[in-house]
């Protein structure tokens, strides 16, 4: 299995040589065959490990006892450990979401503060490909295209992090036979059995009865599968990207859809065309299958047609173009309070805010959250902390109305939102589709994707904390 894994991280350029990389260990068997897997390798290729655990709060005792045994475990290695847990059970019932999306959306956080926090870029788990023939079947179930089908990819992107998949070549009997060589220790999880989670039904009552009355042969050919799709995922992006290069004159709404141009491609090629062109001008939550579809058709067409999509925007079939126009919706968005704590849909910018308060212990260091230096980043998809008594009594949503003014966090006076903007270089259709989020003194205190302001920032005397998430909607 080692080998195996060498050469998935060579092959798949997983972590370049003398990187610091970030372990999320559960402390299964193969979270513990990774962990000791890349201690092993580690020597040859100069990385330098730690490993992080958390606590979905689900199993009382057992649960702490996971941490306690990862915690040593890390200790076993000279490695640095950090811990982290949330009740997912609460978090789940207050946002209505499955316990599964919950405990993923909890330990993602986690994941991502703890990089931030020690400055890692790269993030190494442990799934297999036990895992990435699970997840083409779930994602089979409910309805996925090539992006959807093609799994798990050996790397891809979780907010600011990179997270690579070194045991994704690596079957769970590998995993584990090569745990029990090795003399490894790892715990069992028995929620792993409870038929009550999709993926469990599909692990122990579906792909057994496949591989019984259908194909004995069915994991790998489902993982071939989910292989071969991953690179025509990858190859039908980069023929998007060709016709996306002939475009028209920039517009408030960005550059507009070259019609010609796009009907020249297959079928297949068109709708990515679009998806992606839907995606880098915002359209928020309008990117779905019968949007894309009704825009295809729409391009084919040689009459003039608008159609309205999800979250405020239009899109408009002007002569050889596709265009995408601000709505009057857009234009004039109202400020809309936002429920503290609780999550509130946003649908004219297609986003969803969450907003946890949090107190005493729960409060993070400043040092970790409180950054001057932060990127511009996705507006729709971000996480941040602000001062709960700061922001007062309310927390507002608005777009960017002329003359605003901004203070940064690191600045020591205020200056035109505008001018942060252009020194940004966000480009001016983004800017109108910028959420800023408005303290109850009207003051802005954070145009999401920018830095949080300066008045609004963690500080050693904050006692109470907001962490706000913005998600597609």
């Known amino acids: 299995m080692l080998e195996k894994v060498r050469q998935t991280i060579l092959e798949r350029r997983l972590f370049a040589r003398g990187e610091r990389v970030l372990v999320g260990v559960s402390g299964g068997p193969d979270s513990v065959a990774l962990l000791d897997a890349l201690v092993a390798l580690a020597p040859e290729f100069g990385w330098k490990l730690h490993v ?5 709060q689900l199993r009382g005792a057992d649960a702490d006892a996971d941490e306690a045994f990862v915690r040593e475990l890390a200790g076993s290695y000279g490695l640095a450990f950090s811990a982290g847990r949330g009740d997912v059970r609460v978090f789940a019932a207050g946002r209505k979401l499955s316990i599964e999306d919950a405990a993923r959306r909890l330990r993602h956080g986690f994941f991502q503060d703890t990089a931030r926090a020690l400055g890692l870029a790269k993030l190494a788990l442990g799934h297999t490909a036990d895992d990435q023939v699970e997840t083409l079947l779930q994602r089979l179930l409910r309805g996925a295209g090539t992006r959807g089908l093609a799994a798990i990819h050996a790397s891809n992107r979780l907010g600011a992090v990179t997270v690579a998949r ?7 009997t590998e995993a584990l036979g090569y745990a029990r060589q090795r003399g490894l220790k790892f715990r069992q999880d028995a929620s792993n059995w409870d038929p009550q989670f999709q993926r469990n ?5 579906l792909i057994p009865v496949l591989e019984r009355d259908y194909n004995p042969a069915l ?8 292989e071969m799709l991953a690179a025509e995922d990858e190859w039908l992006d980069a023929e998007a990207a060709r016709v996306l290069k002939v475009r028209g004159r920039k517009t408030e709404g960005g550059r507009p859809l070259a019609v010609e141009r796009l009907l020249r491609e ?14 880098e001008s915002d359209a928020g939550a309008a990117v779905d299958f019968e949007t894309v579809e009704s825009l295809r058709q729409m391009a084919a067409s040689s009459r003039p047609a608008r159609l309205m999509l999800a979250g405020g925007a239009r899109v408009a079939r002007r002569c050889e173009w596709l265009v995408m126009e601000r709505t009057e919706a857009r234009d004039h968005l109202g400020e809309m309070r936002l429920a503290v704590p609780g999550t509130t849909e946003v649908p004219v910018f297609g986003v969803v805010v969450e907003v946890e308060a949090v107190t005493g212990a729960g409060v993070p260091k400043p040092e970790t959250v409180a950054n001057p230096e932060s990127k511009i980043q996705d507006p729709r998809l971000l996480q941040e902390w602000l001062d709960a008594d700061a922001v007062g009594d309310t927390l507002s949503l608005r777009c960017w109305l002329a003359g605003d003014r901004f203070q940064p966090i690191g600045m020591k006076n205020a200056k035109k939102l505008q001018d942060i903007f252009v020194d940004a270089k966000i480009p001016a259709a983004q800017r109108r589709r910028t959420p800023l989020l408005v303290a109850a003194s009207g003051e802005i205190c954070w145009p999401a994707g920018y830095r949080i302001g300066e008045k609004f920032k963690i500080t050693h005397a904050t006692r109470r904390a907001l962490r706000i998430r913005i998600r597609p909607q």
């Open 52 to 56: 992080a655990h958390f606590n979905h």
């Open 166 to 172: 070194p045991l994704l070549d690596v079957w769970k």
């Open 201 to 205: 039904k599909i692990r122990h009552e």
């Open 219 to 226: 994991r790998t050919l489902l993982h071939q599968t989910a």
């Open 266 to 279: 297959h079928m297949a090629v068109q709708r990515r065309a679009i998806y992606r062109w839907l995606q």
